[in-house]
């Protein structure tokens, strides 16, 4: 059942992903100061992308959580978006090490490989390299010790999922993933808000639960599920062409999070 929801997605995202130019040409237009590193860990090297805003003083950091399709040009270009809106932006490549040669997302041959390799991730590694990415960017001289995690489509999930495993954030930000276990979700200190999108069922309908689950735990979890778009609307969204639906919930999705971020 699992590795079928997992051709279902990367089918229903094909088209959606079969180029990334426009996010690849934003993100070369940024004047902003962008870099990959290099985070060595556990054994591990972990390459992330870092994206820094033009600001006078130390800016909280957002820890951003890449979708199955691996550290694309549309990961780069939103993390480097929320630089633009004042904040130190990190994403890990979770497939660093992982690739052919030892290489990481861009040494796939192509998306449906990507996302086999990322449902085979063991969580513990997941959680290690996302603590080693936040760890780095909050010993930054940028950084003013605050840290916000945001994912999205499975990197939403692993988002809800690192909130029951780290303590000391300053809010959790999950779009269209799934929640962890009601048992896990008891861990959590930091305030969850969810994003979600009205025609997409699978993850839309765990909401109801989840809010539920969250109450009854005495944890912060507001979610809004946006009318008509279609899961993945944060990238659909904005690309060319988009549909009326993805492109209203993308841009009201957008001023949410950076209405929460500045709270």
Same mark, same amino acid.
């Given at each position: 059942?699992?590795?079928?929801?997992?051709? !279902?997605? !990367?089918?229903?995202?094909?088209?959606?992903?079969?180029?990334? &130019?426009?996010?690849?040409?934003?993100?070369? &237009?940024?004047?902003?100061?962008?870099?990959? %590193?290099? *985070?060595?860990?556990?054994?591990?090297?972990?390459?992330?992308?870092? +994206?820094?805003?033009?600001?006078?003083?130390?800016?909280?950091?957002?820890?951003?959580?890449?979708? *199955?399709?691996?550290? #694309?040009?549309?990961?780069?270009? %939103?993390?480097?978006?929320?630089?633009?809106?004042?904040?130190?932006?990190?994403?890990?490549?979770?497939?660093?090490?992982?690739?052919?040669?030892?290489?990481?997302?861009?040494?796939? #041959?192509?998306?449906?490989?990507?996302?086999?390799?990322?449902?085979?991730?063991? /969580?513990? $590694?997941?959680?290690?390299?996302?603590?080693?990415? +936040?760890?780095?960017? !909050?010993?930054?001289? +940028?950084?003013?010790?605050?840290?916000?995690?945001?994912?999205?489509?499975?990197?939403?999930? $692993?988002?809800?999922?690192?909130?029951? $495993?780290?303590?000391?954030?300053?809010?959790?930000?999950?779009?269209?993933?799934?929640?962890?276990?009601?048992?896990?979700?008891?861990?959590? @200190?930091?305030?969850?808000?969810?994003?979600?999108?009205?025609?997409?069922?699978? *993850?839309? !309908? @765990?909401? /109801?639960? @989840?809010?539920?689950?969250?109450?009854?735990?005495?944890?912060?979890?507001?979610?809004? *599920?946006? /009318?008509?778009?279609?899961?993945?609307?944060?990238?659909?969204?904005?690309?060319?062409?988009?549909?009326?639906?993805? $492109?209203?919930?993308?841009?009201?999705?957008?001023?949410?999070?950076?209405?929460?971020?500045?709270?």
């Amino acid at each position: 059942m699992r590795a079928l929801r997992l051709l !279902l997605l !990367l089918a229903a995202a094909a088209s959606l992903l079969s180029a990334q &130019q426009w996010a690849k040409s934003r993100l070369e &237009q940024s004047p902003r100061h962008r870099e990959i %590193v290099r *985070i060595v860990h556990g054994g591990r090297t972990l390459s992330a992308f870092v +994206a820094y805003p033009q600001a006078s003083g130390p800016r909280p950091v957002v820890l951003v959580i890449h979708e *199955i399709f691996g550290l #694309s040009d549309w990961a780069q270009e %939103v993390t480097d978006e929320l630089a633009a809106a004042g904040y130190v932006a990190i994403a890990p490549d979770l497939l660093s090490g992982e690739g052919p040669g030892g290489g990481g997302t861009e040494s796939f #041959s192509g998306q449906t490989a990507i996302g086999r390799a990322i449902s085979r991730l063991p /969580p513990a $590694q997941i959680t290690a390299d996302l603590n080693a990415a +936040a760890d780095w960017a !909050l010993k930054q001289p +940028a950084s003013n010790g605050k840290l916000y995690v945001v994912g999205f489509c499975w990197g939403g999930g $692993q988002s809800f999922r690192f909130a029951t $495993q780290r303590r000391g954030l300053a809010a959790d930000f999950v779009f269209y993933g799934v929640p962890p276990a009601r048992a896990a979700m008891a861990r959590i @200190t930091a305030p969850v808000f969810g994003f979600y999108a009205g025609d997409d069922a699978r *993850i839309s !309908l @765990t909401v /109801p639960a @989840t809010r539920a689950a969250m109450k009854a735990l005495g944890k912060k979890y507001a979610a809004v *599920i946006y /009318p008509g778009a279609g899961h993945g609307f944060m990238r659909a969204g904005e690309q060319p062409d988009p549909t009326p639906a993805n $492109q209203k919930a993308r841009a009201a999705a957008w001023a949410r999070l950076l209405q929460l971020l500045r709270r």
